[in-house]
């Protein structure tokens, strides 16, 4: 009986003993379903021995066998053969090996092609939000501009479009207001708050995603990828937005790659819109230039190109000289070698009126311009004598260049360059006066023997080439515009600096420029195309009609030209009454053969010829007070060879008949003014 307790109790420890080894075994489950997780069963397999090793033991063992001669003669190591056998079986196990892993080894399925309208989609959506994170804080995403960057180089030429415009509006509305210059190892090392790293991280990123775009536009605008098929090819996407970048942005880094680009446009002879796009790039930096900086690495690359080109540009790209500020802010006079600078003492300041304030008033104005001159020092305002120094190097620059092409005499920029010379008249130094007379006379000179050699030359080669006649309009040549633009060219000269007050120290003497004209009167009356512009006389396209320099027409030339000799600014009295009189007769010979306006133009110079110097000519007007013996020669080689006192002007009746009423009327106007001379 008193066993039964003791079994109870063994059996209870029985079954607390079971128990335990159940919840023993569901912990031992738990903690190999852990360190399963963590077996790597691939390394196990990697670290198993391979067959190759026992073969290497069995070859260094049997490397010791002689060999054996076999039945064909010849002699063989056991190595070999077992090897051979080695390699038979081997290769039966490899048989049986190799055909279960074909059947495992699949072709990869092709990933489905996305259509070109759903990819364009993508990257709209992409762009659009990589572009709007750059707006909201752009130093915080500096790693955007990889990003957008990347998209320019897409197969489909739409998102490639697409991207180089938005790389174009977000460097636009990004990029500072100074120029950021490249990290060195030493401010590298600095020590630098968290803020300052974190804004030099984000410039360094987007100067060098800048430079990488303005890399890309360069290849693009120089016909990496042709489209010409699309309506809007890449090319023209290119040239604008670096145009557009040159003019938003021209203060900041690589604008010299960005001028290399438009300037390389517009070395090329055909004029598109894209050609007209990139001149007026251009013309907006010059007139938007107020340090002198952007302006004269523009024309510093220009000038280069067109002397590597051998001045066989358009016109138009020589009068974007005449959008400089320069020619109304330079003061100094230059040469193609030299800058002369005046001297601040000789310049005298106009007294202005002083004007009353009250003692309030002067101490606000006086706040006032302290606060400006804080303000001034706080931009960074470029100085005064910076400024000066980089418009003489692009004056030196500009001269260089138009004396050069009167040198070569090119004739389609002859036009275009005299008139520049007119325009500069008063920046070009009067000891340089008497080279540019002389070649001025050369030009003259020699115009119509180089017209006569090109047309014997163009003779030639449109027998040649009469196929190619409509391919492009060869450049029309007009020797008497040439002359007339010389002539004005140098009476502006005597104009612009009152040089004509030392023409006796500088040897300046204009009657060859007098006798010309003079000679030329009666030819140009006759000339058909007098009142046509230098470019009416050539085949011109719509793109080319916005230029405004150089339209003057012959007639408006010869105008000018006269009155620089009959009605001079600087000394009016001081004509001689015998070139009045025979300028008089010869204008009055040539109105009766002119168009009507010119007529109307001739008869209104004359008309303020009789009112300055009516008693010296008033004779010309009677046949009964003639001053002259002998007989006129209209065709003297002199203006005092001609004897115009010896005629009378008997051309006024056939004009008082004239068909047109405006003419008759301005000869009416004519003869009232003679009669009211005493």
């Not at 992409?126 to 790693?143: S, V, Y």
């Not at 090819?233 to 604008?255: E, G, Q």
């Not at 003492?345 to 106009?350: A, D, H, L, M, P």
């Not at 408006?556 to 006269?562: R, S």
Request: proline letters at 4%.
């Amino acid at each position: 009986m008193s066993s039964h307790p003791s079994k109870r109790r063994k059996l209870a420890d029985g079954a607390q003993s079971s128990d335990g080894a159940a919840t023993s075994d569901v912990k031992i489950q738990k903690q190999f379903f852990k360190s399963a997780q963590r077996w790597n069963l691939e390394e196990d397999y990697e670290n198993r021995p391979r067959k190759g090793k026992q073969k290497k033991q069995k070859k260094a063992a049997d490397a010791t066998k002689l060999p054996i001669r076999v039945a064909e003669g010849t002699w063989v190591t056991q190595e070999e053969e077992d090897a051979e056998i080695a390699s038979d079986a081997e290769w039966l196990e490899s048989e049986g090996e190799e055909a279960p892993e074909e059947e495992e080894v699949q072709p990869e399925p092709e990933a489905p092609k996305i259509p070109e309208k759903e990819q364009i989609r993508r990257a709209q959506e992409e762009m659009a939000k990589i572009a709007t994170q750059l707006n909201e804080d752009p130093e915080e995403h500096p790693g955007a501009f990889k990003a957008l960057a990347k998209f320019s180089e897409s197969d489909l030429l739409a998102i490639k479009k697409l991207a180089i415009v938005v790389q174009m509006t977000v460097y636009k509305d990004v990029i500072p207001g100074y120029r950021i210059r490249p990290a060195s190892e030493d401010v590298a090392k600095e020590k630098l708050s968290k803020d300052v790293k974190r804004l030099r991280v984000y410039e360094q990123a987007m100067v060098t995603g800048y430079y990488q775009y303005i890399k890309t536009l360069a290849a693009l605008a120089g016909g990496a990828i042709r489209d010409k098929g699309a309506k809007q090819p890449i090319t023209s996407i290119a040239l604008t937005c670096a145009c557009t970048l040159l003019n938003a942005v021209p203060h900041f880094n690589f604008r010299g790659e960005l001028l290399k680009i438009i300037i390389k446009k517009l070395s090329y002879r055909n004029i598109d819109k894209d050609f007209v796009k990139c001149r007026t790039a251009l013309e907006t930096l010059f007139h938007e230039d107020e340090d002198g900086q952007p302006a004269m690495e523009a024309i510093s690359v220009l000038t280069k190109m067109m002397k590597a080109r051998n001045y066989q540009v358009d016109e138009s790209i020589l009068n974007l000289f005449l959008h400089l500020r320069l020619l109304d802010e330079f003061s100094g006079k230059a040469s193609r070698d030299t800058v002369e600078k005046q001297d601040d003492g000789s310049v005298k300041k106009q007294k202005q009126k002083k004007e009353f304030r009250t003692k309030r008033e002067r101490k606000l104005l006086k706040e006032q311009k302290e606060a400006e001159k804080v303000m001034a020092h706080a931009d960074a305002a470029v100085s005064h004598e910076e400024r000066e120094r980089m418009q003489s190097e692009t004056l030196k620059m500009v001269f260089a260049s138009y004396f050069r092409i009167l040198k070569m005499r090119i004739p389609n920029l002859m036009g275009a360059c005299l008139e520049g010379l007119a325009r500069y008249s008063h920046l070009i130094n009067q000891d340089f006066f008497g080279d540019l007379l002389e070649a001025l006379k050369d030009l003259i000179r020699y115009s119509e023997m180089d017209a006569n050699k090109e047309d014997d030359d163009s003779d030639d080669e449109n027998k040649e080439d009469e196929e190619d006649e409509d391919d492009e309009h060869e450049f029309v040549r007009d020797t008497s515009r040439e002359a007339l633009l010389c002539t004005v060219t140098a009476f502006a000269l005597l104009e612009g600096q009152d040089a004509h007050n030392a023409r006796s120290d500088l040897h300046l003497d204009l009657s060859f420029f007098i006798t010309h004209l003079f000679q030329s009167l009666l030819s140009l009356s006759v000339n058909p195309d007098l009142e046509l512009g230098a470019q009416s006389l050539q085949l011109q396209n719509s793109v080319r009609r916005n230029n405004r320099i150089n339209l003057q027409t012959t007639t408006v030339l010869l105008i000018k030209c006269l009155s620089g000799i009959l009605l001079p600014p600087w000394n009016i009295r001081s004509v001689a009454p015998l070139r009045l009189a025979a300028f008089t007769k010869q204008l009055m010979s040539g109105s009766l053969q002119v168009p009507e306006k010119s007529a109307q133009a001739l008869l209104g110079l004359l008309a303020d010829v009789l009112h300055t110097h009516g008693r010296k000519i008033s004779s010309l007007w009677n046949t009964e007070e003639r001053k002259g013996d002998g007989t006129y020669k209209p065709l003297a080689a002199t203006v005092e060879g001609s004897n115009p006192f010896a005629s009378t002007v008997w051309e006024g009746e056939l004009l008082r008949k004239h068909y047109c009423p405006k003419v008759r009327e301005s000869m009416k106007q004519l003869e009232k003014g003679i009669k009211s001379i005493k």
